[in-house]
Nanobody, 124 residues
Framework: QLQLVESGGGLVQPGGSLRLSCAAS????????IGWFRQAPGKGREGVSC????????NDEDSVKGRFTISRDNAKNTVYLQMNSLKPEDTAVYYC?????????????????WGRGTQVTVSS
């Protein structure tokens, strides 16, 4: 059973931090690009950050640059999203997704596997 499971979300005050985890089971993440996406209330799903199989990271959303950091630990088959200096505008359901055989993509439709999401709420 191929699964991605997000964890680490919750309720935080502005300026706080969270670290989200994306754990894979049933397959190895070694050759997958892993993207983090989010969907805020009333908005579509948008790309936040992505990391390639080789460990190169990109931030798809300018508003998170300098605040969010993506990383991967292949030994643990897990990808992380460290979120610092959180703002109310970061409130959303956060999803991780895996894309096989290619690098990162901005189009969420190009990813093969998705987690069910974890809620991040930043109070004002």
């Amino acid at each position: 059973q191929l699964q991605l499971v997000e964890s680490g979300g919750g309720l935080v005050q502005p300026g706080g931090s969270l670290r989200l985890s994306c754990a894979a089971s049933g397959f190895t993440l070694n050759y997958y690009a892993i993207g983090w996406f989010r969907q805020a209330p009333g908005k579509g799903r948008e790309g936040v950050s992505c990391i390639t199989p080789g460990g190169r990271s990109t931030n798809d959303e300018d508003s998170v640059k300098g605040r969010f950091t993506i990383s991967r630990d292949n030994a643990k088959n897990t990808v992380y999203l460290q979120m610092n200096s959180l703002k109310p505008e970061d409130t959303a359901v956060y999803y991780c997704a895996a894309r096989a055989n290619y690098g990162c993509a901005r189009d969420s439709a190009e990813y093969d596997y998705w987690g069910r999401g974890t809620q991040v709420t930043v109070s004002s």
